[in-house]
């Protein structure tokens, strides 16, 4: 059976009615016009920020077991080898040692990269371990090796793969280019490039394997609980594991960035080793294997080609990108070229090489920050070129669809950050200090999924409420918006509210921490077991009450009859008068109807200003507005924070962050946190952040992925300042002094 | 990690003597800030382990007629927040109140932040066998040199790490210097060591030797210590300018200008020093002396942009100087 339901969606500025259908026991989504009682409107702290303060959170890094063992890596030491033999004779015999074991078909493989997984030794204590570790003799043959992109694509280059270091053309493409650079008044081609990065979580990849039994039990700090154990029964399959025997628990995490994912080579060897020793075995990555092997943002070195009319209208834009993942791996940085703007002719065309570096993986938005630091780049040179405010050039093109919400987001940012009269005020500046500004725009994807999670929801006879997902919280306090999101549909306080998650045990669907789906696909299916669980109480109350149990609502936690003022009750109360021992439910993602102009698109823009000192050449950044929808906002905070995040990440990667290989070994030099530098707390800028709901029936609470789309256009707005402030363009990150002091030389002679 | 033996020293002789005992396989402790990385990385493997870092008498900060004198193991937060040095000894201040992070400073030493090894990324890294370990060649040469030295180079191209010395050397400080024979003074300038004339060692303290204390005179000039980093906190000096200019108004009498992060050993910009001498000190002057500084620099491949970079700290040192 279903029901009609009305709700005004959009956002306050431009609003419409949807009316479609729901099945009777699920809600329909929350309007625009709902007075939200605390989810986006009210600060509620993270439900472990005491634990987490205190350090009473346990971490996978801080768990300890009884009678645990430690493991330490063997890592090869050259960029690129043929491992010819090991010999663990006499690592056997050092103090403490229990077992060695060898990754999977090592010997006569090539190492492609230092840091390459060698052997696990375990030993009764960490040092032990990595003692005995330096004791395991791999006998290797040195190979020619690549390092970086220009290396690479030497003819007479060392090939590291038989298919060649680079990979065939992927082409994307919508009208035709050719046509459309015919059609245009003015051309602007340039190249610009992004440096890799490492994800340099703050905790390392690892995890504890514990067996009882034939059941197997690992801590794992993982973006992806269920990933991990379904990998893990499977590796374990032939002696008897299955999924219902595995257990994985991450309660809290240490960053991951999209690194995070899957039980990986380690985590199989830590658990088979734990299970032929019948002793927990813990294994972390020490901080240079985490930097070496454990992903890594490729760079891209884009050549970007925009064709206009003379009123700034796009034709045309064609890039020829070639993106350094490492030794394998793949990127693509063509998202925002067809997302951002309007442009009836658009061919992205990409090309992979892979030199002797670790592998990359997922990072934050992959592709996009790169994309977008070229393009707005570009955006920017191309309005110099027609003579317009890169403000009007954008807004002539920026991308419409689906609610008109991004040109809305894009000015609106522009007004409060004073875009246009900044960007005019700083031409021609003299002098040790100047200042530039530069902006740019963003578009994510993910509203959640149908069978994206089931959240299971008690109420107690004593009015306390639990939440359950099986997913974990990557750390961005997602106990806190599943909380949120009960609290707003019971009507109560969220002090009521508990939540339990990161626990496969639970035995309740979630997503993994990746495409920026937790809070989509899990806070709808939490709002279903809510909205279902509070139909049960009223109608046992309404039973006491001779009502009917429509009668009944719920707000400021108290329960009461909507007809008859004297009827009502504190939550509590309500809750005691519960059979049994109250009320479990099951909530699933339910699919929204199709409704027109929706879809599971989030925008935003962000305007930066910079100071750049051009006696040292360093690129102070001041301020960074961020206007960002995630359609309804949940957690106001934590969204909040969410963005501040992403933007200090965003900064990073424009002024600081590169990993710098040697071109005389091939080998990292910067895999620490010294010379890696990433931005301290002293450099971050003033950062606004301003959000807007952007109301979509896409699915029951409206909510849309947040963690990636405020990173993807930071860098971009940055260097584009930068440039503004110089008057000359950088096309490459990260900005350092050395870049800004030599463009200044070119520039000033 | 090799084990070790750990003793802790009562007093400096107590502290020389079980030096000159191992003397080749025995190392100092004090803060641990620099040493603990080095045998975390194994990049020495001792033997033997003598702490100072506890002994009292190596803790102190004393003006005895405008004489400041300050204990070896001394911490550099006690330092930077020291009135008397803020006031007098600005540019030690300064340089003390800028090394590492605030944790560094709080365990890190005066004596530990002079004798401590450099940060050069082949010298730290376990894979190369550099000069400097003993090995053929010094990778930076033809390797990645960004953060390299552009003065006093070759063989090997690290850059002195310290802070806290080119501010002493601008305030013509000494050390007293305890091995087994008795103590003996040094001017600091006089202690670091090039590398074409030693290239496994920084500084001229013999292995059975410790510094006991830091020997300032009484300080007329006006003096501050610029350091550049990338990042804001805990990184090193790109490039670091320690000034102490002794002015009649804006004439500067006599001038004391030594360079940091760019150089093997803490750099005297002599030439620089003698054109300010004498002269009314206007901007020109000041940046026609940041020319001199660096006028004998070589850069490598990828930092030549430490000339521009140093010459304008040179001038903002100087004019910060006039200015204060």
């Known amino acids: ?749 | 990690m090799k084990p070790f033996e750990y003793i802790q020293a009562d007093s400096p002789n107590e502290a020389v003597s079980f030096l000159n005992e191992e003397m080749d396989t025995t190392k100092i402790l004090a803060g641990g800030m620099d040493l603990l990385t080095e045998l975390k990385e194994e990049i020495i493997e001792p033997k033997r382990l003598v702490s100072i870092g506890e002994i009292e008498s190596l803790q102190y900060i004393r003006l005895d007629n405008g004489t400041l004198r300050i204990g070896a193991a001394t911490t550099l937060t006690e330092i930077a927040n020291h009135k008397a040095i803020q006031e007098s000894f600005t540019v030690l201040a300064d340089a003390a109140s800028v090394v590492g992070s605030p944790q560094i400073r709080n365990r890190g030493t005066l004596g530990g932040n002079l004798c401590q090894r450099p940060r050069c990324w082949y010298y730290r890294g376990e894979a190369y066998h550099c000069l400097k370990k003993g090995g053929d060649f010094c990778y930076a040469v033809s390797g990645r040199n960004k953060y390299h030295a552009i003065l006093g180079g070759a063989p090997c191209f690290i850059v002195h790490p310290s802070d806290c010395a080119p501010a002493l050397i601008a305030l013509s400080a000494k050390v007293h210097i305890l091995g087994p024979d008795g103590s003996r003074e040094a001017p600091l300038e006089e202690c670091f060591v090039l590398p074409e004339d030693d290239v496994f060692r920084e500084i001229k303290i013999e292995p059975n030797e410790i510094i006991t204390e830091v020997e300032i005179p009484p300080n007329r000039c006006k003096s501050v210590y610029i350091k550049f980093r990338e990042k804001d906190d805990f990184d090193w000096s790109l490039s670091s300018v320690a000034a102490a200019l002794e002015l009649d108004g804006s004439r500067c009498k006599k001038a004391s200008l030594v360079l940091g992060g760019v150089a093997t050993i803490p750099w005297r910009a002599k030439e620089a020093e003698s054109l300010l001498a004498g002269k009314t000190i206007t901007e020109s002057l000041a940046l026609e002396a940041g020319e001199a500084a660096v006028v004998d620099a070589i850069p490598l491949d990828e930092n030549a942009y430490k000339i521009p970079l140093t010459k304008a700290l040179v001038k903002q040192a100087i004019m910060n100087c006039i200015n204060h």
């Not at chain 1, 034939?214 to 990933?227: G, H, K, M, P, R």
């Not at chain 1, 002090?495 to 990161?502: A, E, I």
């Open chain 1, 1 to 749: 059976m279903t029901r009609k339901v009305s709700a005004l969606v959009g956002y306050k500025q431009n609003t419409t009615r949807a009316e479609y259908e729901v099945p009777d026991n699920e809600p329909g989504v929350w309007g625009i016009d709902r007075n939200f009682s605390v989810a986006g409107t009210k600060n509620v702290p993270r439900l472990d920020a005491v634990e987490k303060a205190t350090g009473k959170a346990k971490y996978t890094y801080d768990i300890k077991r009884p009678r645990m063992l430690h493991a330490a890596l063997v890592t090869c030491p050259y960029s690129r080898a043929l491992v010819k033999n090991v010999d663990i004779s006499e690592a056997k015999q050092a103090p403490g040692v229990q077992l060695i074991e060898l990754f999977e078909n090592v010997v006569g493989q090539e190492a492609k990269c230092a840091g390459w997984k060698i052997a696990v030794v375990v030993a009764e204590t960490l040092q032990q371990a990595r003692d005995a570790a330096k004791k395991v003799k791999v006998e290797y043959e040195e190979r020619p090796f690549v390092h970086d992109l220009e290396t690479a694509m030497d003819n007479d280059a060392p090939e590291i793969h038989s298919g060649g270091n680079v990979s065939k053309a992927n082409i994307r493409e919508n009208g035709d280019v050719e046509k459309g650079f015919q059609e245009a008044d003015v051309i602007h081609e340039g190249t610009y490039s992004t440096q890799v990065q490492t994800h340099s979580c703050l905790e390392t990849h690892g995890c504890i394997a514990e067996w009882n039994g034939d059941e197997l039990t690992v801590w794992f700090s993982t973006q992806a609980i269920w990933i991990v154990a379904r990998g893990l029964a499977d590796a374990f399959r032939k002696e008897g594991l299955t999924v219902n025997k595995t257990r994985c628990i991450t309660q809290h995490m240490g960053g991951g960035f999209g690194s995070k994912f899957g039980a990986e080579d380690f985590g199989i060897l830590c658990a088979r080793m734990a299970k032929k020793l019948g002793r927990p075995v813990k294994l972390m990555m020490d901080r240079t294997v985490e930097a070496l092997m454990m992903g890594n943002k490729p760079s891209a070195k884009m050549t970007i080609k925009l064709g206009a009319k003379r009123d700034g209208t796009l034709t045309a834009l064609y890039v020829k990108t070639y993106n350094v993942p490492g030794y394998t791996g793949s990127d693509s940085v063509s998202s925002p070229f067809f997302n951002h703007y309007d442009c009836p002719n658009i061919k992205c065309e990409e090309r992979n090489v892979f030199i002797n570096a670790g592998a990359s993986r997922a990072f934050r938005a992959p592709g996009c920050p790169q994309g977008s630091f070229g393009l707005e780049m570009a955006m920017d040179e191309l309005a110099q070129k027609l003579n317009l405010h890169p403000f009007d050039l954008r807004v002539k093109n920026i991308s419409g669809n689906p609610l008109k919400a991004l040109p809305y987001e894009f000015k609106l940012g522009a007004d409060r950050f004073q875009y246009k009269e900044k960007y005019n005020n700083n031409a021609s500046q003299k002098g040790r200090f100047r200042r530039g500004v530069g902006c740019g725009i963003t578009h994510w994807s993910n509203a959640g999924w149908p069978g994206g999670a089931i959240v299971r929801c008690n109420i107690f006879p004593d009015g306390s409420v639990e939440f359950a997902n099986s997913c974990q919280d990557i750390g961005t306090g997602t106990r806190a918006a599943l909380a949120i999101t009960g609290a707003e549909e019971l009507g109560i306080d969220v002090g009521f509210v508990d939540v339990s998650l990161g626990d496969t045990n639970l035995g309740l669907p979630g997503p993994y921490s990746g495409g920026s789906s937790v809070t989509p696909c899990v806070t709808p299916a939490l709002r279903s077991a809510a909205y279902k669980a509070k139909q049960r109480l009223f109608k046992q109350v309404a039973a006491k009450w001779n009502v009917s149990a429509e009668d009944l609502d719920c707000k400021n936690s108290v329960v009461f009859c909507k007809s008859d003022a004297d009827k009502k009750v504190n939550w509590a109360e309500a809750c005691a008068m519960l059979s049994g021992d109250g009320v479990v439910t099951l909530g699933e993602y339910v699919e929204s109807p199709k409704f027109p102009g929706s879809g599971g698109s989030v925008f935003g823009a962000q305007f930066a200003e910079v100071e750049v000192d051009t006696e040292t050449g360093k690129v102070k950044v001041l301020k960074v507005t961020a206007v960002q929808d995630c359609g309804k906002t949940i957690a106001k905070n934590q969204a909040e924070t969410q963005i501040i995040g992403a933007v200090t990440q965003g900064v990073t990667s424009a002024i600081l962050e590169t990993r710098v290989i040697d071109n005389v070994t091939g080998r990292p030099l910067n895999p620490n946190m010294e010379s890696y530098k990433i931005l301290c707390g002293k450099q971050s800028p003033e950062i606004e952040p301003i959000l807007l709901d952007v109301i979509d029936p896409v699915n029951v609470t409206g909510a849309k992925g947040l963690g990636e789309p405020p990173y993807i256009p930071t860098a971009g707005a940055i260097a584009c300042a930068v440039s503004n402030a110089l008057g000359v363009p950088i096309r490459e990150i990260p900005i350092t002094p050395d870049k800004v002091l030599t463009a200044l030389q070119e520039k000033e002679g």
